[in-house]
């Protein structure tokens, strides 16, 4: 792998972090030419590059992300929480943008290699971690409406705190009836960029009003719950918990997916299935909705306590956390930092 050396170090940032707000010396790079493949993986100082502007993800948005996080370890060391699994997303999502897959165990030789180098970034402090930001962009020059030939991968790393800017606090969400998110036959599950753009209008209407994000609908009946937008969403209703099916429109979330597995062999009783917004309100009133809460990489595991919905607000669990959250949160994050057994493998050891 090709090495560029820095001559500059940036100051490390001191806590609070917030998200997304720093940004690590160095940034993993790979370019892809029509006709070569993938070429040229190069660990290299991470300055401002400067493109045409006639370059095509300034104009149709061809790109895809992926978010991930590294932990500091008890002994010192550093692990990252199933890269695998964002790699694998990060194809499917670009064959879904018409990107060339790349190879996966060279992404991660890259993120790797970055990480051990950029060790002294990984803040210490509880629920902080580096959080860690691939994309791949569309390069070519050219305005006509067709997949580019020519492509930019890069890993760029971000040490981070909470996601959202009150802490721990459980979170306010605004169900949204006019906007949608996704549709089906649309990006939906893909981690596409155009799928983040469309939610800032709504997103915005929301935090002006005091909410901390939008509970999207499905599109075709706006009935259905589907996700948050930065996290996937699970409700605990007379004892089930609750998640919406991934039908096409909703990110197959890798904490999701890690919270299902926990709560399953810890014999929860757990469904995968649609679920209506009526439902959920009508479980609220009842008493039957026992907690709320969102699952993200940046979210982690995060209580909802508060879900307005044509003009009522359903108060879930006067506001705080629940076991079965609480639980969670635990036990991700516990895997995350070391701190419990990995019987799943989940953890890997970068340091
Ligand atoms: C993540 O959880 O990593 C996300 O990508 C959500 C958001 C910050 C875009």
Redesign the pocket.
Known sequence: MKFVPCSFRKPKPTPPLG??RYFTDYMFTMRYREGEGWLEPSIEPNVPVSFDLATSIFHYAQGV????KAFRQPDGGLAVFRPDENWKRMNNSADRLCIPRFDEGVAEEGLEELLRLEREWVPEGKGTAL?IRPAIIATRPALGVHASSEYLFFIILSPVGN?FGHGAEPTKLLVEENFCRAFPGGTGEA?CLGN?AVSLKAGELAARQGFDQVLWLDAAERKYVEEVG??NIFFVIGGEVVTPALVGSILPGITRKSCLSILRERGYRVSERRISIDEVAEAAESGALEEAFGT????VVAPVGLIRYRGHDYVVRDGKAGKITQMLYDTVTGIQNGLLPDPHGWRRRVL
């Open positions: 998200f997304g992300f992926e978010g991930m959080y996601y981690k983040y930065s996290m993200g990489t940046a979210a």
